[in-house]
Structure formats: C-alpha cells, structure tokens
C-alpha cells in the first residue's frame, strides 16, 4: 500500500507540471475482435484481470483508468488473457502493467492463433489497440525487460536519452516538445 501512495503522489506531481489532471475523456474505447478474442477496454479490471496481473505483478490490477484486457470468446469465464493499464498525466500516458498469458495462447483454437502471429503476438495486438484509443502528445513505456522492449519498438516505440524510457509520438509533436516530455517522464522515476 505504501507503493501505490508514493506512485500516486508521484503521479500527482507530474499532473501539476502539465497543469492537467484529467484521467482521460471518459469514454471507453472501441471493441475489437481477432478470431475469437476480443479486446475492449473496462473501467474496472478487478474482477477481469486481477488473477492474470497478480501473477505477474504481485499487486492488485491499478484501481483509476484506463484498462483494456482480451478476452476469449466464451472462455476462461470472462477472465483476460491479456491486459495493460495506461495512466494519463497531462498530455501524455505512461504505459504499464502489460501481461499476456502465453498458457491461454496455447489454448486458442488454430485459426485465431494463426491471426493472432500474423498481427505480432497477444501483446502487440493488445497494445495497438490500446494506443489507438488514447489521445494526447504520446504515450510513455519504462521497459526494462528484452522481450516487452522488442514488443514495443515493433509497436512504435522510440528510446529517449534516458534509460529505460520508451516514446511512442503522435504525429506533430516537435523534436524540442519531445526531448521537455521525456525529462518530464524521466524524473517522474519507473512506472
């Protein structure tokens, strides 16, 4: 408990130097389908993601937006295969949580696998998705595992000059905005 009142407090004083503290528009995103799984976004994860991002994380699934999950059609009684959970802070997200289940791949069935390659793999599908619904200047990635940093520079990803912090740019934010949005993040500590 005492990591998610540093994280927030943390949070908060990032939100205060972009002078937004907006936690998004309040609208979820748009479903997706790929075979028999389906991406959508929830504005409570717990009792879809929590199992899959324990495992992973050791913590309970972030409780404030914004959560998206994948879903199989019809199976694992309705709980994700795949999550991610983006925060806002000003015109930015910071990108985080990302966990897949690779023993829940292994149980699709042979056409919906064969999407999910050809579309880079659960995350990567997950991801896109995800970012196709955020708004703002960019999204940031702290990524300090080899397979999650592969996953995002096939998403679009780009390293900053500093360690561990990924930027995936909106179309028109200029090289200056880029570099002052970075050393915001970069101060901001891992996320």
């Given at each position: 408990?005492?990591?998610?009142n540093?994280?927030?407090?943390?949070?908060?004083?990032?939100?205060?130097?972009?002078?937004?503290?907006?936690?998004?528009?309040?609208?979820?995103?748009?479903?997706?389908?790929?075979?028999?799984?389906?991406?959508?976004?929830?504005?409570?994860?717990?009792?879809?993601?929590?199992?899959?991002?324990?495992?992973?994380?050791?913590?309970?699934?972030?409780?404030?937006?914004?959560?998206?999950?994948?879903?199989?059609e019809?199976?694992?009684?309705?709980?994700?295969?795949?999550?991610?959970?983006y925060?806002?802070?000003?015109?930015?997200?910071?990108?985080?949580?990302?966990?897949?289940?690779?023993?829940?791949?292994?149980?699709?069935?042979r056409?919906?696998?064969?999407?999910?390659r050809?579309?880079?793999?659960?995350?990567?599908?997950?991801?896109?998705?995800?970012?196709?619904?955020?708004?703002?200047?960019?999204?940031?990635g702290?990524?300090?595992?080899?397979?999650?940093?592969?996953?995002?520079?096939?998403?679009?990803?780009?390293?900053?000059?500093?360690s561990?912090?990924?930027?995936?740019?909106?179309?028109?934010?200029?090289?200056?905005?880029?570099?002052?949005?970075?050393?915001?993040?970069?101060?901001?500590?891992?996320f």
């Open positions: 408990m005492a990591e998610r540093e994280f927030e407090t943390r949070l908060q004083a990032l939100r205060e130097v972009f002078g937004d503290l907006s936690d998004g528009p309040g609208i979820l995103a748009a479903p997706a389908t790929l075979g028999t799984l389906r991406f959508a976004e929830v504005a409570d994860a717990r009792a879809t993601a929590d199992d899959l991002f324990r495992k992973s994380f050791h913590a309970d699934v972030p409780a404030f937006p914004r959560h998206f999950v994948l879903l199989p019809g199976g694992a009684g309705g709980k994700a295969i795949g999550y991610v959970h925060t806002r802070a000003g015109p930015i997200y910071l990108g985080g949580g990302l966990v897949v289940s690779a023993m829940d791949f292994r149980r699709l069935d056409p919906t696998a064969e999407l999910v050809e579309a880079g793999g659960l995350a990567e599908w997950l991801m896109r998705n995800a970012h196709a619904a955020l708004e703002g200047e960019a999204v940031f702290y990524v300090g595992d080899a397979l999650a940093l592969r996953v995002d520079l096939r998403v679009g990803y780009e390293p900053t000059d500093h561990r912090v990924y930027g995936l740019w909106r179309p028109g934010v200029s090289p200056e905005r880029r570099r002052w949005l970075a050393e915001r993040v970069a101060a901001f500590g891992p």
